[in-house]
C-alpha cells in the first residue's frame, strides 16, 4: 500500500506540470493518512453545480469552462463514501481508504458511487515511499522519477456532507506490481505487491475527461526504467 508520500514543494511546479495555480498556503512535507494534501480535478464549471470550489485555493490559470479546465483543491489524504453517516466514523474509516484498488474499484461499496459519478483526479507528488524488506527488516526507500519531476497520481476524491459538517477528501488508485522490474522487492514478502498509477504527463486531460468505462485504460503500471529508489536517511 501507499500510504505515505511527499508533496510537490515549489510553486512554480504546479503551473508547470499541471497548468494549474499553486497552492495559496504551504503544504507538510511529508503527507500520511488524514493529512492535507491537494488535488487536481475538472474546473467547477464542468462538476457537479453542488459542488463549491475550495475557496482557499485558486482556479487553474486561464480555467475557463473548455475540456481542459484544471483546477487544484485541498482535501484529506483517505476517501470519506458519501454513505458515511458521523463525521467520527469517517475519521475511522478514512485511514484504511489511502488506496483504491484499480480492478475493483467499480465494485467495491467504498469506491463504486465514487467513481461511476467521474470524481477522478490526479495527485500531484515529488515521491512516493515504500519499505524494503530485502534485509529482513524495514528499510524506507523513496521512489521518485528519474528525471526528478513531479509525478501526477491517478485518484478519485469525493465530498462528504452530514449535518452542517464537510470533509473533502481523495484516494490514490494503485494497479498490480508483481511483475515491475522495481517495485516487486518492496513491500512485505507473501502479499500482492502494489504500486499507485502513474499518469503520463501527456494523458492527465484525458484521464479527468474519460466516460467511466473508458478510465480504467489508464491503470497500468508505470515503466520501471522511469523510476529510481533510494533509501531514506535518517
Not at 61 to 71: F, I, L, Q, T
Not at 84 to 97: H, I, Y
Not at 100 to 109: D, L, Q
Not at 194 to 220: C, Q, S, V
Request: net charge positive.
Amino acid at each position: 500500500m501507499s500510504v505515505h508520500y511527499e508533496s510537490v514543494p515549489t510553486a512554480t511546479l504546479y503551473p508547470d506540470a499541471f497548468q494549474v495555480a499553486a497552492p495559496t498556503s504551504a503544504l507538510e512535507r511529508h503527507i500520511w493518512p488524514r493529512k492535507l494534501g491537494v488535488f487536481i480535478r475538472k474546473a467547477p464549471s464542468l462538476l457537479d453545480a453542488s459542488i463549491e470550489p475550495d475557496s482557499a485555493l485558486p482556479p487553474s490559470e486561464g480555467g475557463g469552462p473548455d475540456k481542459g479546465a484544471r483546477e487544484l483543491c485541498a482535501g484529506q489524504f483517505g476517501l470519506v463514501p458519501p454513505w458515511v453517516k458521523s463525521a467520527s466514523d469517517a475519521k475511522l474509516r478514512s485511514t484504511k481508504l489511502v488506496n483504491a484498488r484499480s480492478e475493483t474499484v467499480t465494485t467495491s461499496t467504498n469506491f463504486r458511487d465514487t467513481w461511476l459519478k467521474g470524481h477522478r483526479c490526479i495527485v500531484p507528488m515529488m515521491a512516493f515511499f515504500e519499505d524494503d524488506w530485502r534485509s529482513g527488516k524495514a528499510v524506507p526507500t523513496r521512489i521518485t522519477r528519474v528525471d526528478g519531476k513531479p509525478m501526477g497520481v491517478a485518484g478519485l476524491w469525493e465530498c462528504w456532507e452530514k449535518n452542517g459538517e464537510e470533509i473533502i477528501s481523495f484516494t490514490l488508485l494503485t494497479v498490480n506490481a508483481n511483475s515491475h522490474a522495481l517495485l516487486h522487492r518492496y513491500q512485505q514478502g507473501g502479499n500482492e505487491k502494489r504500486m499507485p498509477a502513474i499518469l503520463g504527463e501527456g494523458t492527465y486531460d484525458a484521464w479527468l475527461n474519460a466516460r467511466h468505462e473508458k478510465a480504467k485504460e489508464f491503470m497500468r503500471a508505470y515503466p520501471a526504467n522511469w523510476l529510481t529508489a533510494n533509501p531514506v536517511e535518517k
